[in-house]
């Protein structure tokens, strides 16, 4: 059996025994942890079927190692995680949009800071591929969520060189860093969704890439949409935060129910963004010695120069707080901190 180190592509022979072939990706740290599927030449072949690609186009330089990313390597490592062939455009596109400066990979995958790459899958392909927008969707139970999600971890590692305790230096890193991947609920939902508002075609399919340091559950009962939007201002604020040292860039997933209060009321994307924008505001002196020292240096240009009353916003603008709709019924929603200097970053998926 052939198989190839995603980042040196190096072939060599094993015996055709899943552990065994396991047992080498173990020593040579080619893995995330859990079992890895052989990526026999037969295997990426079926996955490179998927686009009109060459194989050996280099999609991007991955960081902190700078590994190249070509579309055998990229392939590789999604059979690796188990994806089905139909899943390697969506990796694709994904690559190109990690290795945007304004996404600031370099930073994200060299920091001590748990954050990890979440995938958010728009349009008609996320159907066709079945990627969970409802029931759980940021949890366990869909092939493609896990897949998709688990591959781009991966393609950080294998082909970035990004290893845990090596140029990955995440002091404690989170669940988010084995898979991270949902849709949006695009039929059960008051707005434009995620790709349309970034300027692609509802027809379109896309793939938009977050910087996320984890996520936390927000339920309340709340039944009119000015108290539900205090309720999840006040989650937001947090004084050992990025994004209030630099200025972020956080994510909300809104349970229909949620977005339901707001659709009832009039409030649009727009208006509910001001409003968390402006009542997530937080005094400087909130913040810790040393954290007020780094929000000087990161953002008095933008504020001009800082007390300890000055009301620090969590982003600079009320327009880089960003909504999805997604999960099933129920009085929940999602907040996901970000980075804090990163930009989600969204691409069209082509073959």
């Not at 599927?37 to 079926?46: D, F, G, I, L, Y």
């Not at 945007?100 to 995958?109: M, T, Y």
């Not at 748990?114 to 995938?119: D, F, M, R, S």
Request: aromatic share 6%; net charge negative.
């Amino acid at each position: 059996m052939s198989a190839a180190h995603a980042d040196r592509a190096a072939t060599f022979e094993t015996p055709d025994d899943f552990e065994a072939i396991n047992r080498i990706y173990r020593e040579r740290r080619w893995g995330d942890g859990l079992p890895i599927v052989p990526p026999t030449a037969a295997r990426v072949e079926r996955m490179l079927a998927q686009t009109r690609r060459n194989p050996h186009e280099v999609i991007a330089s991955v960081a902190p190692g700078y590994g190249a990313a070509t579309v055998e390597r990229i392939a590789i490592n999604a059979v690796l995680a188990g994806c089905d062939p139909e899943c390697l455009p969506v990796l694709i596109a994904a690559t190109a949009a990690v290795a945007d400066p304004e996404f600031n990979l370099q930073g994200i995958q060299a920091t001590t800071n748990p954050v990890a790459v979440w995938l958010i899958i728009n349009g008609p392909l996320a159907q066709r591929l079945q990627v969970n927008a409802t029931f759980n969707c940021i949890g366990q139970g869909a092939w493609a969520n896990a897949t998709l999600g688990r591959a781009m971890r991966l393609i950080l590692q294998n082909i970035g060189g990004a290893l845990p305790g090596e140029m990955d230096r995440a002091t404690h890193g989170q669940p988010g860093k084995f898979t991270f991947c949902c849709a949006e609920n695009e039929a059960d939902h008051p707005w434009q969704p995620l790709h349309v508002e970034r300027g692609f075609a509802a027809t379109d399919s896309t793939v938009t890439v977050v910087g996320a340091e984890g996520t936390m559950n927000m339920n309340t009962h709340a039944k009119m949409a000015d108290e539900l939007a205090r309720v999840i201002a006040e989650t937001m604020i947090h004084p050992p935060s990025n994004e209030y040292v630099h200025g972020g860039e956080p994510w909300f997933i809104l349970g229909s129910e949620h977005a339901e209060i707001f659709r009832r009321e009039g409030w649009d994307k727009a208006r509910l963004k001001r409003e968390l924008w402006l009542r997530s505001k937080m005094p400087v002196k909130n913040l810790s010695t040393h954290e007020i020292t780094r929000a000087h240096a990161s953002r008095t240009l933008e504020l001009g120069e800082l007390s300890g009353e000055t009301l620090l916003p969590i982003s600079p603008r009320p327009e880089d707080i960003h909504l999805i709709v997604a999960g099933g019924p129920g009085t929940h929603s999602v907040y996901v901190p970000c980075f804090g200097n990163s930009r989600a970053v969204t691409r069209r998926i082509e073959n």
